[in-house]
C-alpha cells in the first residue's frame, strides 16, 4: 500500500506568521480570520484525517505558492495604496521627495514586488544583491527592498548634493561611472532612465 504523507501544518503555520509579521511591518491590519485559521490548523494537527485541511493545504502547493515570499510578494501586489502608503511612509523618513521614490519604482519595476531584471536587480526598486547586502536589506521582502533602495537614493543625493540627474544616474549605472564622466555617463539606458524618472517626477 503506497504512503499518502499528511499536510505540511507547520509549514502552513510558518507561512501564515510570515505573513502576519510583514503586514504588522506595513501596518496593514492583520485579517480577523487569521486567529480562527491557526486554531483550525492546530485540530486539524490532532486529526489528519481532516479532509477540508488537506485540501486547503493542496491547494496552497498547487497554485505554485511554495514559500512565505511568494505569497507576500501576491499579497503585496494586490494592494497597491498599501504599498504606495509605505514607499511614502519611509521616504519621509530617510527625508527623500517622496514622489522621486514613487516615480523610481514605477521606472524600475512598474510596482511589481517580484519584478528581476535580466541583470539579476530584484524587486520594486531593483536592488542588485551586492548592494543589498551592502545596504543591510533583504531584497526578496517587498519593505525591505523599497527601504534600502531609498537609503541608497539618499546616500547618492547626499554624495552630489542634490542632483537629481546626478542622484539617478548614479542609481541606476553606479557612482563610479558618473564620477568618471563627471555626470551622466553616455549609455542609452542610463540617459533614458534618467529621462523617465525626471518626466514622472515633475509631470
Request: proline share 5%.
Amino acid at each position: 500500500m503506497r504512503h499518502i504523507s499528511g499536510p505540511d501544518f507547520q509549514g502552513i503555520r510558518e507561512v501564515m506568521e510570515r505573513i502576519g509579521h510583514l503586514r504588522r511591518k506595513m501596518g496593514i491590519e492583520t485579517a480577523p480570520s487569521s486567529v480562527d485559521f491557526d486554531s483550525a490548523l492546530k485540530e486539524a494537527e490532532g486529526n489528519k484525517a481532516v479532509e477540508s485541511k488537506d485540501k486547503e493545504s493542496s491547494n496552497l502547493r498547487d497554485d505554485g505558492l511554495s514559500g512565505a515570499g511568494s505569497i507576500v510578494r501576491s499579497m503585496v501586489a494586490s494592494s497597491g495604496d498599501s504599498l504606495k502608503n509605505t514607499a511614502s511612509a519611509i521616504a519621509r523618513r530617510y527625508g527623500v521627495d517622496e514622489r522621486l521614490v514613487h516615480s523610481v519604482i514605477s521606472v524600475e519595476s512598474a510596482w511589481r514586488p517580484d519584478a528581476i531584471s535580466p541583470k539579476g536587480a530584484v524587486g520594486l526598486m531593483q536592488l542588485m544583491p551586492g548592494t543589498a547586502k551592502m545596504l543591510g536589506v533583504d531584497p526578496d521582502d517587498p519593505v525591505q527592498n523599497i527601504e534600502g533602495g531609498v537609503k541608497y537614493l539618499s546616500r547618492l543625493s547626499e554624495k552630489y548634493n542634490g542632483d537629481l540627474e546626478k542622484t539617478l544616474a548614479a542609481y541606476n549605472a553606479g557612482p563610479g561611472r558618473v564620477d568618471s564622466y563627471g555626470g551622466i555617463p553616455p549609455f542609452r539606458e542610463t540617459e533614458n532612465y534618467v529621462r523617465k524618472v525626471l518626466g514622472l517626477y515633475r509631470g
